[in-house]
């Protein structure tokens, strides 16, 4: 089967109208071969049978007694099945209609662009969330790349939010991402001048390497995921702490109060929700805590195999070096001693990072020192996201407490990669 989708390109070069070279942040078309079976070549690997829903009900009363407002779990027939081919695990993404025929449907699902996320947003990519399997709106084929790409533009700039700074910027009155979608780097290749060909190569092995998780079964598009887990997650807005189940995050997540936990760790990942809404006497609001955990049948040990500790502590690792080094660039504060040289051998580590292609430099040993660095710096966040504004001492204090106790716990080489590899398969053409 052969779709033509449209994926994230990173390079270098030098736009027309400009006098210096610029990062090249844009989309590129691509005909993707997806191989083809049959689901009886596959075979089931895990199943829910339900999926819920969160409802809200305004402030109350039943039998004279006032109920507040509050979120309700709410559960619905259906459910999730990932399944096995050649080692991988799967999970559907949507028919071909859906990813590049139907125009009312890629704006639904946002399944045929390159760039369908919000800038600077933290939400999960459509399905990755599979208690609410309907849930998010970035597009699963994509989200991968764009994480990366953001993280690596982003983690040397002096820059104090999440806006990424790449050329194009803006066109017409669209949002950054709208111009990045509209422009194509095959088209406009012949005005840019000294493009970076190193980097160009990089960008479609990384799309090549994404291409190749794809496969077709009976028709249907489905792609190689991230284990099954525990997820525990804070929402800001309705100070609302939700534990479900998802998959592990695909790419590096700078949700810091997001957490991850293997299948058979629910009762570590309810005193996690448990420390997420326990507030301080001087903490304004009340949160609410909900678990969403349809019943699941597991038909292969192997895919709850998760190293959801040895992963966390590597992300924290690498978020508080990328903040450590955006802050110093941004105000030029200088720090000794040890903490400056497990900052730059940290920064090295995540050079040699790359979760799109599965590459993970080794930053383990330097976070007791990068937690130094970052409590002395004043805790910036402005990649990451610590944790809600009005909580944000606390969650940092639970984040510094997490990396301490994970350290105590941890053996060699933690959080080297996913528990599934995603070679194999399809070449874009």
Request: charged share 25%; glycine share 8%.
């Amino acid at each position: 089967m052969k779709l033509d989708l449209k994926y994230p390109f990173l390079t270098s070069g030098i736009p027309k109208r400009n006098t210096r070279r610029r990062d090249l942040y844009m989309a590129i078309s691509m005909t993707v071969d997806v191989p083809e079976v049959s689901e009886s070549e596959t075979n089931l690997a895990f199943r829910t049978k339900s999926k819920c829903r969160l409802n809200f009900a305004d402030n109350e009363y039943h039998g004279g007694v006032f109920v507040p407002a509050a979120h309700h779990v709410a559960v619905h027939t259906g459910g999730v099945d990932l399944r096995t081919h050649d080692g991988k695990l799967y999970r559907r993404i949507g028919s071909e209609r859906e990813i590049v025929a139907d125009p009312h449907q890629r704006i639904n699902f946002n399944l045929g662009r390159a760039f369908p996320h919000g800038i600077g947003g933290h939400e999960l990519e459509y399905g990755a969330n599979i208690s609410f399997a309907g849930t998010g709106s970035s597009n699963a084929l994509t989200a991968a790349l764009i994480r990366q790409y953001d993280w690596e533009l982003e983690r040397a700039s002096v820059s104090d939010g999440r806006v990424v700074n790449a050329w194009p910027m803006t066109m017409a009155g669209m949002t950054r991402h709208g111009s990045r979608e509209k422009m194509d780097f095959r088209d406009v290749m012949p005005e840019i001048s000294d493009i970076d060909a190193q980097a160009s190569e990089r960008a479609l092995l990384m799309i090549e390497h994404q291409a190749r998780r794809l496969l077709a079964i009976d028709g249907d598009i489905w792609m190689t995921c991230r284990p099954p887990c525990i997820l525990v997650d804070v929402e800001e807005e309705h100070s609302l702490a939700t534990l479900t189940l998802a998959h592990a995050h695909d790419g590096f997540d700078p949700k810091l109060s997001r957490r991850y936990f293997a299948l058979d760790q629910v009762d570590a990942a309810r005193e996690y929700l448990r420390q997420c809404v326990t507030k301080t006497p001087r903490e304004r609001g009340e949160y609410q805590a909900l678990e969403a955990l349809p019943p699941f049948e597991l038909f292969s040990s192997k895919i709850a195999e998760y190293d959801g500790d040895g992963e966390e502590l590597s992300r924290i690792g690498y978020a508080l070096a990328s903040e450590c080094n955006r802050y110093i660039a941004r105000t030029d504060t200088w720090i000794e001693g040890n903490k400056r040289d497990s900052l730059d051998a940290a920064m090295q580590a995540i050079t040699e990072t790359n979760y799109a292609l599965g590459e993970f430099g080794d930053v383990t040993p330097f976070v007791e020192d990068l937690c130094g660095a970052w409590d002395y710096l004043g805790r910036p966040s402005t990649f990451c996201h610590v944790g809600p504004a009005a909580a944000k001492k606390r969650f940092g204090d639970i984040l510094i407490k997490r990396a301490s106790r994970l350290l105590d716990d941890a053996p060699i080489n933690l959080g080297r990669g996913p528990s599934f590899g995603t070679g194999g398969g399809p070449s874009p053409r």
